[in-house]
């Protein structure tokens, strides 16, 4: 299984911050990767796909770039809704497979 | 929109199987070319990907699992289901349903909690 690797696994930050958020994976993945944002008690909801796509309605605060095995998402200023966990995924092959999540918390 | 909606025992006995199904709603479970997956996540920790089915009955299953797993899907009734036996403490977690164009889920289920406890 490709391993994905994210860091930090906690990030303290106050409202209007940039915060960037980085994805490893163990191989290269080309650019199937997909970002998640999850709020405690809720079900994960899609960002991004395909590395840098943005999913319908979400807001333009939020960009990812990478390819390969580097992967990176940012938050272009922080708002009291962002802040939850996200997870990073690969989608380049069986069995997909998810970071272990990075914390965004209230500075 | 399309919705999802987890259902099933919130308790399993270990060695027993947990089963668990997810109701499609605001469009047909055969429309489009869509894949319809189950995630799952333990209490305080990441998520697992489980497998997906496609209408046609096709599945895909994490190797993880080996052959613990099978998936189903009935159309006439909007559905697909998990099936997962010989559970342990280590199976307790929120189980998800999902709708993945390919791999990547975009419309996911609230999560159904399933504790595996004598």
């Known amino acids: 299984d490709i391993q994905m690797t994210q860091s930090p696994s906690s990030v303290s930050a106050s409202v209007g911050d940039r915060v960037t958020i980085t994805c490893r994976a163990s191989q290269g993945i080309n650019s199937w990767l997909t970002w998640y944002q999850q709020k405690p008690g809720k079900a994960p909801k899609l960002l991004i796909y395909?590395?840098?796509s943005l999913q319908s309605g979400v807001p333009s605060r939020f960009s990812g770039s990478g390819s390969g095995t580097d992967f990176t998402l940012t938050i272009s200023s922080l708002q009291p809704e962002d802040f939850a966990t996200y997870y990073c995924q690969q989608a380049n092959s069986f069995p997909p497979t998810f970071g272990q999540g990075t914390k965004v918390e209230i500075k | 929109q399309v919705q999802l909606q987890e259902s099933g025992p919130g308790l399993v006995k270990p060695s027993q199987t947990l089963s668990l199904t997810c109701t499609v709603s605001g469009g047909s479970i055969s429309s489009g070319s869509y894949y319809w997956s189950w995630i799952r996540q333990p209490a305080g920790k990441g998520l697992e990907w489980l497998g997906r089915i496609y209408t046609s009955g096709s599945t895909n299953y994490n190797p993880s699992l080996k052959s613990r797993v099978t998936m189903s899907v009935d159309t006439s009734k909007n559905q697909f289901s998990l099936k997962l036996n010989s559970v342990t403490a280590a199976d307790t977690a929120v189980y998800y349903c999902a709708r993945a164009a390919d791999i990547t889920p975009d419309y996911w289920g609230q999560g159904t909690l399933v504790t595996v406890s004598s």
């Open positions: 395909a590395a840098s």
